[in-house]
C-alpha cells in the first residue's frame, strides 16, 4: 500500500500502456506525477486534484506538457465527458459515475489494493469484478499490491 499521495512507479508504467492513444481522466492528480506519466503516451489527459495546494502543485508540474489539462475541485462536480482510460484514484467513489464517464472499450484503473482478499465485501471489488457493464481482472502490481483493470464493454 502507499503512503496515498502518488501511486507507484510499477501502476505509472502499467497506466503508461493502458493510455497509449487515448483520451485519459486521472480522479485525484495528488503533486501529478501520474498524470506526467501518462501524458508520455496519451493522447490527453484531464486530471482532477480535490486539495488547492496539490492541485497548485500538478499544475506547475504540467504546466509545459500540452496534452494535459490540470483541474481543481470535487471530481464528481468537475468530471465532464467520456474516457479511454480513467485512473480512479482519489479516495471517493461513485463507481456507476465512473463507469459513465468511460467509453465503451475503454478502461477504469483501481489500484493500491491489498491481494487476496474476498471479493465478498469488498465495496471495491463486488462492484469493479461484477457489474454487468465490465469484463474486470485483478493483478498484482508488486508482490504485496494488487490493481483491477476493468474494460467497458456495453
Ligand atoms: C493517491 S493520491 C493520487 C495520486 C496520483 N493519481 C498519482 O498517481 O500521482 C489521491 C488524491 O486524490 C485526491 N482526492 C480525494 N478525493 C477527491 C475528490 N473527490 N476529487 C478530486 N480529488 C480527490 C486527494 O486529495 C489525493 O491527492
Redesign the pocket.
Known amino acids: 500500500m502507499?503512503d496515498?499521495?502518488?501511486?507507484i512507479a510499477e501502476v505509472?508504467a502499467l497506466l503508461r500502456v493502458l493510455a497509449a492513444g487515448r483520451d485519459v481522466l486521472?480522479?485525484?492528480?495528488?503533486?501529478g506525477?501520474?498524470a506526467v506519466a501518462m501524458a508520455e503516451t496519451a493522447r490527453r489527459v484531464v486530471t482532477?486534484?480535490?486539495?488547492p495546494e496539490?492541485a497548485a502543485s500538478t499544475r506547475e508540474r504540467v504546466r509545459d506538457l500540452q496534452n494535459v489539462e490540470a483541474l481543481e475541485g470535487?471530481?464528481?462536480r468537475v468530471a465532464a465527458g467520456r474516457f479511454g482510460l480513467v485512473?480512479a484514484?482519489?479516495?471517493?467513489y461513485e463507481w456507476n459515475r465512473v463507469v459513465e464517464l468511460t467509453e465503451i472499450g475503454g478502461f477504469i484503473v483501481k489500484d493500491d489494493l491489498t491481494p487476496g482478499r474476498a471479493i465478498d465485501g469488498d465495496p471495491v471489488r463486488e462492484f469493479l469484478l461484477r457489474d454487468s457493464r465490465l469484463v474486470a481482472t485483478e493483478l498484482l502490481t508488486t508482490p504485496e499490491a494488487a490493481a483491477i483493470v476493468a474494460v467497458r464493454v456495453v
Open positions: 502507499t496515498g499521495s502518488t501511486a505509472h486521472e480522479l485525484g492528480s495528488a503533486f506525477i501520474g482532477i486534484e480535490l486539495d496539490r470535487d471530481w464528481r485512473f484514484d482519489a479516495g471517493a
